[in-house]
């Protein structure tokens, strides 16, 4: 079992910055892909950053060159650095991870954490 806590979430104006944090509890951590999803309101969730378990890194095409997703082993802890916001990054950014097993495979869900950029 996987718990994955996010925090970091707020109110931000149009153009400022916010760090996202998630928290992952269980083993596995160092040997899993992490991603970052968002859900805005009335809209599809939607892929926003991966990173892999050396470090390799993707980005929806939305917030390339604006968004850094990065992980920290020894915390079990992933992060998303977001600059630049606007507007339609308005959403609940969730963190997620699979676990793969001989047969099936895992999900596993944050909560969520609400990110509001006022314009």
């Known amino acids: 079992q996987v718990l994955l806590v996010e925090s970091g979430g707020g109110l931000v104006h149009a153009g400022g910055s916010l760090r996202l944090s998630c928290v992952a509890s269980?083993?596995?951590?160092?040997?899993?892909?992490m991603y970052w999803y968002r859900q805005a309101p009335g809209k599809q969730r939607e892929l926003v950053a991966t990173?892999?378990?050396?470090?390799?890194?993707n980005y929806a095409d939305s917030v390339k060159g604006r968004f850094t997703i990065s992980r920290d082993n020894a915390k079990n802890t992933v992060y998303l650095q977001m600059s630049g916001l606007k507007s339609d990054d308005t959403a609940v950014y969730y963190c997620?991870?699979?676990?793969?097993?001989?047969?099936?495979?895992?999900?596993?869900w944050g909560q969520g954490t609400l990110v509001t950029v006022s314009s």
């Open positions: 997620h991870t699979k676990r793969v097993f001989p047969g099936r495979s895992l999900e596993f």
């Open positions: 269980g083993s596995g951590f160092s040997n899993n892909a």
């Open positions: 990173i892999g378990t050396f470090g390799s890194t």
